[in-house]
């Protein structure tokens, strides 16, 4: 099989990717129609420190009986940050489009092709079905991000990694809330999309942005405990405005 746009690839990624993805072609064969490369490694945000790689792929068959041959090989990738394909058919992708528009959305917004068909190319989502689950997920992260705090106070070391969790998990949720209200995704860094939401939303985003640099640093300003509590607030007003746009 001829891979497409690996001279793009930065070489790390190359080194890796490339022999990982000839092993799995020469397993699946003609069952795989497309595959993708997604996620920060598509883009210039990938840290070979801590991104990993993610891949999808496009096949005509996703029964557990056509996708266990290639189990040891998906295993050997996960040694090397390969996280195991995302692996789906274009029917799936039609049918779920309205179920997981956020997803999909954010799929197409950073990938590069490496094989087969551009399938993500002519996705269209609804912003109606789009908005439905930034509600959802924002109303989800609420339930969440209080029991994951009962679960980890006292424990300093898990707050702060339920602080990283949770910028983490918000991000995309932000960024699709931008597209909503912009009719398109702007471009901005994540530093510029935590700051355009205040814009955008009039509210006081300073707490995220805190939070996004003590990561960064390791170095945090306030206690978990006071990063948490203004999440919550942040996140029960951007509850009600989504429920209204």
């Known amino acids: 099989m001829v891979f497409k746009n690996i001279d793009n690839l930065p070489k790390d990624i190359h080194n890796v990717l490339i022999p990982y993805l000839e092993k799995l072609t020469h397993i699946y064969g003609d069952n795989i129609i497309s595959i993708f ?18 891949i999808a792929i496009v096949v005509k068959d996703s029964s557990i009986r056509e996708l266990k ?24 992708i039609e049918m779920s489009l309205d179920t997981f528009p956020m997803e999909f959305m954010m799929m197409k917004d950073s990938y590069i092709l490496l094989f087969g068909q551009d399938l993500l190319a002519d996705i269209n989502i609804n912003f109606e079905n789009l908005r439905r689950e930034c509600e959802y997920q924002i109303k989800g992260k609420l339930i969440m991000l209080r029991q994951a705090y009962l679960e980890a106070a006292m424990n300093y070391k898990a707050l702060k990694q339920l602080i990283a969790l949770s910028i983490k998990a918000l991000l995309p949720i932000f960024q699709n809330l931008l597209r909503i209200k912009k009719g398109v995704l702007p471009r901005l860094d994540k530093i510029g999309v935590l700051n355009e939401i205040g814009i955008e939303f009039n509210m006081d985003v300073s707490c995220f942005i805190e939070a996004f640099n003590g990561i960064k640093t390791n170095s945090f300003s306030k206690t978990p405990e006071v990063f948490i509590e203004c999440f919550l607030t942040r996140l029960e007003i951007l509850s009600k405005i989504v429920d209204e746009i």
Do not use: C, H, Q, W
């Not at 990738?77 to 274009?90: A, Q």
């Open 69 to 92: 041959s290639g189990v040891k090989i998906i295993k050997d990738g996960m040694r090397k940050k390969i996280s195991v394909p995302l692996f789906l058919t274009y029917s799936y």
């Open 37 to 54: 490369l997604y996620g920060s490694a598509a883009t210039r945000e990938y840290n070979p420190k801590y991104s990993d790689i993610n």
